[in-house]
């Protein structure tokens, strides 16, 4: 990829992202403390948040008391100046949420699906778009855009097309461009993993996070890398492709073509099969969560295999990332989640064994069932609001940059 220097039309999308980020952070915030967070001066941040103001993205509140002088105005990111929408395809359904831009659900959507092929899934991903938005009165032109979240990897050979935890025929598909035409608004995709650390990162408990580490259990097994506060994508968006580590070799053969492979222990494809294999049939098994409150034995089995092997790999990923916290989440039942957690204490010595620290290696997610739905109504709000360093270079072409180096404001 060429880099050539900035205009100043790049930086003034890079200062106005910095200025939004920072009140959507710390709001209510004053001019002042703005200018003091993002080393902007005065004047700029007064003229981005004129302009940010009259297009309706933050509001100003009330006179802050003060010793002396003037008090200062308090500005905040207005909930209603804008909405996004997410959806979440997975094996089973489709769920749909409209938010706006302080995380509050506005509407929802839930439908069952036998089949998640691009032939069926794209036009109710349509319908659901247009449903949410018809049931709260909104013209599309207040939408920022739409998220898309699908089980990853993405156009990969070997672990696209066969296995439970992808999606069959999606390959050389492109979901963004089809919907975004049929709907008429912008459309990003995203792993799940991803896109529930996303979620995490903006409504959750990694609000107060820069770089962390989200763990997502569900059918399969993947991982979302927020660093610095920006989401690390990888070269192809495959990052985080947590599942496939080889954990025991020569151990259960993996649908990728290993062996071994953590997915094949620690997610609810492998506790069902750790069910079915001590002679229960597929309907007993939907209520993972009753099974282990009332000590299953085959159920806690799986919780101690899951922890003895996640706590191997959690290791590597302390020692190879040096995060703020390990989050755990997804779609495992709250109650399952904790159990885990506690089985996976103590953690094995790595860096992120330190005095001092600010929060707790492992943490469980708080952004509920609708995680990965609020993560996927995020994908528009961060392209919209959260500073990226690219933002400041043009792409001489390629595959899009993923530059993830810490975001400071330049001065216009």
Same mark, same amino acid.
Request: with cysteine.
């Given at each position: 990829?060429?880099?050539?220097?900035?205009?100043? +039309?790049?930086?003034?999308?890079?200062?106005?992202?910095?200025?939004?980020?920072?009140?959507?952070? #710390?709001?209510?915030?004053?001019?002042?403390?703005?200018?003091?967070?993002?080393?902007?001066?005065?004047?700029?941040?007064?003229?981005?948040?004129?302009?940010?103001?009259?297009?309706?993205?933050?509001?100003?509140?009330?006179?802050?008391?003060? @010793?002396?002088?003037?008090?200062? &105005?308090?500005?905040?990111?207005?909930?209603?100046?804008?909405?996004?929408?997410?959806?979440?395809?997975? #094996?089973?359904?489709?769920?749909? $949420?409209?938010?706006?831009?302080?995380?509050?659900?506005?509407?929802?959507?839930?439908? +069952?699906?036998?089949?998640?092929?691009?032939?069926?899934?794209?036009?109710?991903?349509?319908?659901?778009?247009?449903?949410?938005?018809?049931?709260?009165?909104?013209?599309?032109?207040?939408?920022?855009?739409? @998220?898309?979240?699908?089980?990853?990897?993405?156009?990969?050979?070997?672990?696209?097309? $066969?296995?439970?935890?992808?999606?069959?025929?999606?390959?050389?598909?492109?979901?963004?461009?089809?919907?975004?035409?049929?709907?008429?608004?912008?459309?990003?995709?995203?792993?799940?993993?991803?896109?529930?650390?996303?979620?995490?990162?903006?409504?959750?408990?990694?609000?107060?996070?820069?770089?962390?580490?989200?763990?997502?259990?569900?059918?399969?097994?993947?991982?979302?890398?927020?660093?610095?506060?920006?989401?690390?994508?990888?070269?192809?968006?495959?990052?985080?492709?947590?599942?496939?580590?080889? $954990?025991?070799?020569?151990?259960?053969?993996?649908?990728?073509?290993?062996?071994?492979?953590?997915?094949?222990?620690?997610?609810? #494809?492998?506790?069902? +099969? =750790?069910?079915?294999?001590?002679?229960?049939?597929? %309907?007993?098994?939907?209520?993972? %969560?009753?099974?282990?409150?009332?000590?299953?034995?085959?159920?806690?089995?799986?919780?101690?295999?899951?922890?003895? #092997?996640?706590?191997?790999?959690?290791?590597?990923?302390?020692?190879?990332?040096?995060?703020?916290?390990?989050?755990? @989440?997804?779609?495992?039942?709250?109650?399952?989640?904790?159990?885990?957690?506690?089985?996976?204490?103590?953690?094995?010595?790595? &860096?992120?064994?330190?005095?001092?620290?600010?929060?707790?290696?492992?943490?469980?997610?708080?952004?509920?069932?609708?995680?990965? =739905?609020?993560?996927?109504?995020?994908?528009?709000?961060?392209?919209?609001?959260?500073?990226?360093?690219?933002?400041?270079?043009?792409? @001489?072409?390629?595959?899009? %940059?993923?530059?993830?180096?810490?975001?400071?404001?330049? $001065?216009?």
């Amino acid at each position: 990829m060429l880099l050539s220097g900035t205009n100043i +039309e790049h930086t003034r999308s890079f200062n106005r992202r910095v200025v939004l980020d920072a009140v959507r952070r #710390h709001g209510p915030i004053s001019r002042a403390e703005i200018a003091r967070l993002t080393s902007l001066t005065a004047q700029t941040v007064s003229n981005i948040a004129l302009d940010l103001q009259q297009g309706g993205l933050i509001r100003s509140g009330g006179r802050r008391r003060t @010793g002396r002088g003037q008090p200062p &105005v308090e500005m905040s990111i207005n909930p209603e100046g804008g909405y996004t929408v997410g959806l979440q395809l997975d #094996h089973r359904r489709l769920a749909g $949420v409209l938010v706006n831009l302080a995380g509050e659900v506005r509407e929802r959507s839930d439908v +069952e699906i036998g089949r998640a092929a691009p032939d069926i899934a794209l036009p109710l991903m349509a319908r659901m778009v247009d449903t949410l938005l018809q049931r709260a009165g909104l013209d599309p032109s207040r939408v920022l855009g739409t @998220g898309v979240v699908m089980p990853g990897p993405f156009d990969v050979d070997s672990l696209t097309s $066969v296995g439970p935890t992808t999606l069959p025929g999606w390959r050389g598909i492109d979901p963004a461009a089809l919907l975004s035409k049929t709907i008429g608004l912008p459309v990003l995709v995203e792993n799940d993993a991803t896109a529930a650390a996303l979620g995490e990162s903006l409504y959750g408990a990694a609000r107060h996070l820069r770089t962390f580490f989200y763990l997502y259990i569900g059918v399969g097994l993947g991982g979302g890398l927020i660093i610095d506060g920006q989401p690390y994508r990888g070269a192809w968006g495959n990052a985080g492709e947590f599942g496939h580590i080889v $954990v025991a070799p020569g151990g259960i053969r993996c649908f990728c073509g290993n062996s071994g492979c953590l997915e094949r222990y620690a997610s609810l #494809h492998a506790a069902h +099969e =750790a069910l079915r294999a001590a002679g229960y049939d597929s %309907a007993a098994t939907q209520d993972l %969560a009753a099974l282990a409150a009332a000590g299953n034995p085959a159920i806690m089995g799986w919780i101690d295999g899951a922890a003895r #092997h996640l706590r191997r790999a959690l290791n590597a990923v302390e020692n190879l990332l040096d995060p703020e916290a390990i989050l755990i @989440g997804g779609d495992l039942p709250e109650t399952i989640a904790q159990t885990l957690i506690d089985r996976l204490d103590p953690l094995m010595p790595s &860096v992120s064994a330190r005095r001092g620290r600010d929060w707790p290696r492992l943490i469980k997610a708080t952004a509920g069932v609708e995680a990965t =739905a609020l993560g996927a109504a995020a994908l528009p709000i961060f392209d919209t609001m959260s500073p990226s360093f690219s933002l400041l270079f043009k792409n @001489g072409g390629g595959h899009p %940059a993923s530059d993830h180096r810490p975001a400071t404001a330049t $001065v216009s």
